[in-house]
T-cell receptor, first 114, second 112 residues
């Protein structure tokens, strides 16, 4: 058990609907990351927070995606007007000192857009 | 852009044998490398890491080798067990960069 919790584990939605995922990192970790993984591929970086500040966003993160970490603890990732191409595993990870140290991943939220 | 790639997409090994999973990276500025194991329906699980100032690092039943000359990384798993069956990813990071770049992955199957 890595200590990073994600909810829900699975989400099935219809195209055009909004979805929100939650991540609870390891409590003492101040860095939190979101990655996306499609079948047969490695995870791809989406965005990261240091405490409550969102410091970097990938070009993969279109304007339909928004992430927050309001109190520097848990984080949410919202996708508006979902598209079938958004179907993927959304992974959250946390770290004490950044990706040059160990990055601990949660079990992910599997999103299926019908 | 920079990429991390794997030589083989699948690998089957007899239980008890040793396995070697290879990875090539292209960013010569990368200074930190990590191997992750991912089982079906789970997130990546940290296995072992190595910094660019090292050539070899050993863990429990695992060894990572880094050859900076040819930009090659390998993961050796000794005395494989059924629980080692999973997809293995290498990932790399450059100091000052906040993201890990992952390869596509190698599926390791342990044959009983």
């Amino acid at each position: 058990d890595t200590g990073v919790s994600q909810d829900p584990r699975h989400k099935i939605t219809k195209r055009g609907q909004n979805v929100t995922f939650r991540c609870d990192p390891i409590s003492e970790h101040n860095r939190l990351y979101w990655y996306r993984q499609t079948l047969g591929q490695g995870p791809e970086f989406l965005t990261y927070f240091q405490n409550e500040a969102q410091l970097e966003k990938s070009r993969l993160l279109s304007d339909r995606f928004s992430a927050e970490r309001p109190k520097g603890s848990f984080s949410t990732l919202e996708i508006q007007r979902t598209e079938q191409g958004d179907s993927a595993m959304y992974l959250c990870a946390s770290s004490l000192q950044g990706p040059n140290e160990k990055l601990f991943f949660g079990s992910g939220t599997q999103l299926s857009v019908l | 852009g920079e990429s991390v790639g794997l030589h083989l997409p699948t690998l089957s090994v007899q239980e008890g044998d040793n396995s070697i999973i290879n990875c090539a990276y292209s960013n010569s500025a990368s200074d930190y490398f990590i191997w992750y194991k991912q089982e079906s329906g789970k997130g990546p699980q940290f296995i072992i890491d190595i910094r660019s100032n090292m050539d070899k690092r050993q863990g429990q039943r695992v060894t990572v080798l880094l050859n900076k000359t040819v930009k090659h990384l390998s993961l050796q798993i000794a005395a494989t067990q059924p629980g080692d069956s999973a997809v293995y990813f290498c990932a790399e990071n450059m100091r000052g960069n906040e993201k890990l770049t992952f390869g596509t992955g190698t599926r390791l199957t342990i044959i009983p």
